[in-house]
T-cell receptor, first 118, second 113 residues
Framework: AQTVTQSQPEMSVQEAETVTLSCTYDTSESNYYLFWYKQPPSRQMILVIRQEAYKQQNATENRFSVNFQKAAKSFSLKISDSQLGDTAMYFCAFMKHDSGGSNYKLTFGKGTLLTVNP | NAGVTQTPKFQVLKTGQSMTLQCAQDMNHEYMSWYRQDPGMGLRLIHYSVGAGITDQGEVPNGYNVSRSTTEDFPLRLLSAAPSQTSVYFC????????????FGPGTRLTVT
């Protein structure tokens, strides 16, 4: 079974600064997906960024980027130029890749509550 | 498209009562699932379905039943609610062959007293 660990229950950052959220995972699979989801106070789950394990290049989405270290089983999220709207709970998640595309189960970490201060 | 819808948004039950949380999607997605979110626990998979007529258990299935009679709907039933089922429940759907695309509903906050 896979496990996902987020060791920072809470973090804070000043507006316009950069912050990095940590995530480690444990799996025996060689091919998988990793995700970061954002959950603002509205409760809606919003996909921030996705990484395929077979890709060496780190994924980026505007101000959001990841540092994917497959050997170390580490998947951190960097938020640049933090904005007040980035205040949310952030979840790291793992999904085993299935060549037939029939595995859809997500395993989540416990989350990191990020507060962006003005 | 309305996407994934869940009803109700909020519900309070007494211990021992039963109820059904509704989930529907209008995107013709094959795969649907239910998660629960508890403080400090992240989201955990309760049940899932890979198509109409096919369901299976996830990580925390006890106390919940599901059925999938249509592609669109995937209701979650609590037969005898317990305080331990107080949680926020999320339904999600995924199109076939794109397992990395999960569409989440807005969630149902359930309190069992």
């Amino acid at each position: 079974a896979q496990t996902v660990t987020q060791s920072q229950p809470e973090m804070s950052v000043q507006e316009a600064e950069t912050v990095t959220l940590s995530c480690t995972y444990d799996t025996s699979e060689s091919n998988y997906y990793l995700f970061w989801y954002k959950q603002p106070p509205s409760r809606q789950m919003i996909l921030v960024i996705r990484q395929e394990a077979y890709k060496q290049q780190n994924a980026t989405e505007n101000r959001f980027s990841v540092n994917f270290q497959k050997a170390a089983k580490s998947f951190s999220l960097k938020i640049s130029d933090s904005q007040l709207g980035d205040t949310a709970m952030y979840f790291c998640a793992f999904m085993k890749h299935d060549s037939g595309g029939s595995n859809y189960k997500l395993t989540f970490g416990k989350g990191t509550l990020l507060t962006v201060n003005p | 498209n309305a996407g994934v819808t869940q009803t109700p948004k909020f519900q309070v039950l007494k211990t021992g009562q039963s109820m059904t949380l509704q989930c529907a999607q209008d995107m013709n997605h094959e795969y649907m699932s239910w998660y629960r979110q508890d403080p400090g626990m992240g989201l955990r998979l309760i049940h899932y379905s890979v198509g109409a007529g096919i369901t299976d258990q996830g990580e925390v299935p006890n106390g919940y039943n599901v059925s999938r009679s249509t592609t669109e709907d995937f209701p979650l039933r609590l037969l005898s609610a317990a305080p331990s089922q107080t949680s926020v429940y999320f339904c999600a759907s995924t199109p076939h062959g794109r397992q990395y695309e999960q569409y989440f509903g807005p969630g149902t906050r359930l309190t069992v007293t």
